[in-house]
């Protein structure tokens, strides 16, 4: 199985074996996120259609009656660029659009190997940046809001809610990341990552994440070229000069201390530029990653590692690569699953690690050798998930939506923004969970302990779990018993008594459906009946409500807290 094609289960299953290092760090933010053009294929427009949309706008611009014509002058160049033959010459009929020459895709791919190069060129009497900024139009191209984000960029948006992803680093100019967590939190600014485009960025006040573009931003240029026009790097010269540039050595020097103090997972970048080079040479030259520490320090999202990945990997590593390790290295380096199957792997991990670590900080009687059947519920409960994940974008869309959805009536009862689709978990990296005083009032260790209670019932074959849609009356989840006379059950998690009656009052929760509804606290005391109401029993049907509160206060082993949740269940 290839990264192209593996599953989300068995990246999982990667990520469980010998790259669990690796995604533990991810879990507690230890690493920075650099980005490459490779996220987001099939919505920024690929080289190939640029380098095409260049020649044919020049080759359109000529004049035969100017025997000096500019545009016949830079096409020639063009040309030799992409060391057109003399057959292939002879064969090109420049009277004729570009895409009707008969060798135009063998050309095409050699313009996009000298792409950098290619956008070096300069037009007579034209700015120096002629080809980027009027021809390929760079605003228009890649700040088109018509652009959608694909399922890389609303993996990256929920892992950076969440807390994980501190650092991005992005040779892309397309506004998709951005766009990604706007459109998961209705836009709200103080959640949008701070977008950092020019050296002067740096000094920005951060938001969660910091989204470090720098090769330049589209938006930012088109909105304002005065000040970020210059800083979109596009040219041969442009990358070269880089890291010597004195007015760029800002961003050079932050960028250098990401690498020498995060680990590093490249998705979608081949490290071909030489200012990536640089910069990570520059770094190893300050402070270099030991070989062998876990968790990894470079990580590549690649079937196989190119010639430029494998270099990076010397020049940081040094003297620590000899002849007898390096293919080990160069293995050990790379995960076979490309950006949508890893990003949404990693994805379900880290709900699945926060998870766990909830559970061994719930409140309770359970050691901690009892807590671990519980964690092994939630992994079952997160691979249950997986059989089923696809990297697709209507996968990640109602798997985003259902998450929030739980998320919001776990802690408020209601939907109070329905516009907001994503909430997280918590914002705390795995290992700061212990430091966050809010946990008991938001309820989400003893949601954690149900959670793993229902994963354990899923292991044990007493019941199946399906998820929920997105209606108003639906559930959680749902279970199905495996008795004859056992019905599909709708499952409500709340924090306490007054979200569960708001689960109630907003029609959320439907009482003559005989729900489950798992509460965090103690639940409340019924009040006394009135002396007018109806004597004796009404037989009308009811939620069945359980406390985890309750059962970790009683029970010390696993066994015994299962036993009583699921004789509480009824199924």
Known sequence: ?????????????????????????????????????????????????????????VRSHIDDADPNCK?????????????????????????????????????????????????????????????????IDVGATFADPDMVPDVEHLCLAALSLEGIAPEMLSANWDPLIEKAVDALTNGNVALSPTVVARPADLQLPR???????????AVKAQGDPDQYRQWLVA?????????????????????????GSKRTLMLGLSAQDSNIQGVFNKAANELTWQLGDPPPSYVFSEQELGIDQRSLLKNVYRDQITPANQAAVFDAARIQAYSKRLLT?????????????????????????????????????RNHLADSALPELVFIDGLLDGFGRACKLLRDGQIEHPDVRFEPMTTDVVMALAGNPALGALGLREAAVALGLVGMG??????????????????????TGKG???????????????????????GHLIEVECPVLI??????????????????????????????????????????????????LAL
């Open 1 to 57: 199985m290839s990264a192209i094609d593996i599953s989300v289960r068995d990246t999982l299953k990667l990520l469980d074996g010998s790259f669990e290092p690796f995604a533990a760090g991810v879990s507690n933010g230890l690493y920075a996120f650099w980005l490459g053009s490779g996220i987001s294929f099939g919505r920024a427009p690929s080289l190939r259609i640029l380098v095409g949309k260049v020649v044919e706008f």
């Open 71 to 135: 545009f016949a002058r830079t096409l020639g160049e063009i040309l030799n660029l992409a060391s057109t033959s003399p057959d292939e010459l002879a064969r090109s009929n420049f009277d004729e659009p570009f895409d009707n020459w008969p060798d135009q895709d063998a050309i095409a791919r050699r313009l996009v190997n000298n792409y950098s190069k290619l956008l070096g060129l300069t037009v007579d009497g034209e700015d120096m940046d002629y080809l980027l900024w009027n021809v």
């Open 207 to 217: 938001n969660r994440t910091r989204l470090i573009k720098f090769h330049g931003c």
């Open 235 to 259: 040219s041969n010269d442009q990358v070269a000069a880089f890291c010597t540039q004195a007015n760029n050595q800002a961003l050079v020097t932050a960028l250098t201390h990401i690498v």
């Open 345 to 381: 792997a990693l994805l379900l991990d880290v709900w699945s690690r926060k998870l766990q670590a909830l559970i061994l900080l719930a409140p309770g009687l359970l050691p901690p050798v009892e807590r671990q059947h519980l964690c092994s519920g939630i992994v079952a409960l």
């Open 458 to 479: 899923l292991r044990r074959d007493d019941w199946t779990v399906e998820s929920e849609t997105l209606d108003r009356e639906s559930g959680v989840l749902a279970v």
């Open 484 to 506: 004859a006379a056992s019905g599909r059950t709708k499952v409500y998690l709340t924090s306490s008594s007054a979200a569960a009656a708001l689960l109630r009052s907003e």
């Open 519 to 568: 509460q965090a606290q103690k639940l409340a005391k019924p009040m006394a009946r009135s002396p007018r109401g109806v004597s004796g029993r009404t037989g009308l049907p009811k939620a069945r409500e359980v406390s985890v509160s309750t059962l970790l206060q009683s029970y010390a082993t696993a066994g015994e807290l299962y036993e009583a949740f699921r004789q509480e």
